[in-house]
């Protein structure tokens, strides 16, 4: 029997599931993509990780991240849930343990963490713009009929600097339309547009921070080799992309697990089976006060297992309803 | 004549004293809600900021209740709340509604004007009536404020989670249906004892953060996502920078009373910031210096969208954040009523202020997890 934990991360775009020993080896990790769809997502790669699998692996501890967090660890029984900026730097610390500034950019938002000795010291987040995350290059990917895999290969083959304004996503993809109107190579276009989203992303997010090196590129759009040789022309270090980049999240999630279960002695995991269950969400507007909260209830099989989304506590506190089919 | 006026956090109670003392006609805005925030926006100028969004819905929904003056305090500060009364009564008449502001303030230091229209919302000309209601009037919003205090510092470390915000429901409920001020101090003396006499544990290791920034969203929760409660809950004992009764004094008497606090902040502020920037620029500087030699463990900066002023003190936060080491986190609200990303980043936050607190204490620092 080994000794394995479970790292999930539930993001905006992709969710992540890994698998982890108790030597904190990576046996297994899984990329999907959620598709608006988080409930179904989890349960489909939950049972493709099962059926991967080798047959003696025990699950001892769940851990989740990502803006799917609550929900999932609800759904599958976690025994830590974690926003995913400590989860991120809590994996990068694994991998490199004197790593002092960690960019990630994922597909809904982009962070910058920074470290000193080993310990979360500052962070940002991008607010409001979606300029410079992944879903914005997934559409320009999509837009040039170009697969998003070889997106970065491209920008590497270009000879000459073409300038993109990396502002604002509207403002971009206007200026990359202009130059290809004016003849410009598309290798060299993806490569300023590469260029532009990391401006932005210092701009914005390193304003005011001082970016040491060691430094470590993660996230989905760390595949990127376009964006990975911008930082580092723009930055002037070595920009490094650790292994599993796409799913640090996970894999801090799954050691903050470890740690957890270690001190609890057990994990609230429900099994794989949680995947053979049918769950249903149903969501509906308190006519209590005008506040009208956008209360969310979650049943597995029927049964009620959680409610959330209401301002007062008068559904998410109400412990009663939660056994209504057995009483 | 029916009186109304805009929520700011929970001032609608000692004004409502005050109207019961004087015996004038009112009313009281509906609840901050969605609804509020729906209609503000819906007829707000666009990028204006969220207070005057919220203001503007609180207006119309009271003169749908049967309000027909309005009355609100001026401003003199450089920032666009000093416009908020003019704007706000063009769309009103453009929506077809008939209803009248009284500016509290005195234009251009015209004493007689001011008295003119506090007694004309008083509906008396007996000064001495008025004094009074006023002085009790702000006593009770100076008990109440300072129950708030005494809750977001404690809540923390409740030893049965939930006994305070039971108090304090009650204690908002009962003061909903009291009248005049002098029933309400009583009720809220008796509360800020019960508070005090919640039992504790005083072994937890809390944290202590101080909110800074743009006054209204610091003081409505309705703005803040109730940023205090959520950062109690993650075990953080918070305290506001800005009060509804410190604002009251400053805008009613005009800066000249100049508290000992104030003169304090200014000159933390003075290094990096020498004079006024509009609204609260200044103070958000002085007080984020402040609360850092104060031994703070963080300060979080909230501001509405848009405001000039606290964008003006957010680019010297990074410099003070250096200086001072002391973390400080910006969050920037407007009307988007999905909290997770707030909420993500509030716990990332905290997660790295008991790191930085547990380094602190045991030298050698192990790992951070």
Known sequence: ??????????????????????????????????QGKPIETIKKGLSQIKNRLDKDIEIYGVGTTGSGRQLGGIMIGADVIKNEITAHGIAALNFVPDVKTIIEIGGQDSKIILLRDGVLYDFAMNTVCAAGTGSFIDRQAERLDIPIEEFGKWALKSKSTVRIAGRCAVFAESDMIHKQQLGHNQEDIINGLCEALVRNYLNNLGKGKEIKSPVIF??????????????????????????????????????LAKEETAKAGESKFKGFEVADSNYTVKSFECEY?????????????????ARWGDKCGRWSHDKTAKDEKLA | MKITFPHMGKTYLPVKAMFDDLGVEFVVPPKNSKKTLEI??????????????????????????????????GSCGP??????????KEILKDLG?????????????????????????????NMMKIANALKNGIKVLRKLDRVEESILKLRPYEKNKGEMDQLYNALIKSLEKSTGTYQMAKVIDQTQENIESVKLDKNREILKVGIIGEIYTIIEDFANIDI?????????????????SGWIFEHLFYNNIGSTREKKVYKAANPYMKTMVGGHGRETIGNAILYAEEGYDGVIQVMPFTCMPEIVAMSLLPQIQNDKNI???????????????????????IDLLRNRRGKHKNEKMLSWR
Do not use: W
């Not at chain 1, 009208?292 to 009620?304: I, L, N, Q, W």
């Not at chain 2, 119309?60 to 609100?72: C, L, M, N, P, Y």
């Not at chain 2, 009284?102 to 000309?125: D, M």
């Open chain 1, 218 to 255: 993660q996230g989905g759009v760390a595949a990127n080799i376009g964006i990975k040789r911008a930082f580092e022309k723009i930055l002037g270090y070595e920009v490094m992309v650790p292994p599993h980049a796409n799913v640090m999240g996970a894999i801090g999630a799954a050691l």
């Open chain 2, 79 to 88: 920032c666009r709340y000093g416009y908020f009364v003019e704007v706000e």
């Open chain 2, 40 to 73: 503000g926006t819906k007829y707000s100028p666009e990028l204006i900021c969220l207070p005057m969004k919220i203001n503007l819905g609180n207006y119309i929904e009271s003169i749908e209740k049967g309000a027909d003056t309005i009355i609100v305090t």
């Open chain 2, 327 to 349: 973390p400080i986190l910006t969050l920037i609200i407007d009307e988007m009523t999905g909290e997770a990303g707030y909420v993500t980043r509030l716990e990332a936050y």
């Open chain 1, 1 to 34: 029997m080994r000794k394995c934990y479970l790292g999930v991360d539930i993001g905006s775009v992709s969710t992540n599931i890994i698998v982890m020993d108790a030597d904190e080896q990576i046996l297994d990790t899984l990329y999907i993509r959620t």
């Open chain 2, 228 to 244: 205090g409660k959520k950062l109690n809950e993650l075990g953080v004992a918070v305290h506001k920078s800005h009060t509804a």
């Open chain 2, 97 to 125: 509604y008939d209803a009248e502001f009284v500016v509290l303030e005195a234009p251009n230091g015209n004493k007689k004007e001011f008295f003119n229209r506090v007694s004309k919302v008083a509906n008396t000309k």
């Open chain 1, 289 to 305: 006060c005008p506040n009208m909260c956008e209360v969310v209830e979650f049943r597995r099989d029927e049964k009620m297992v």
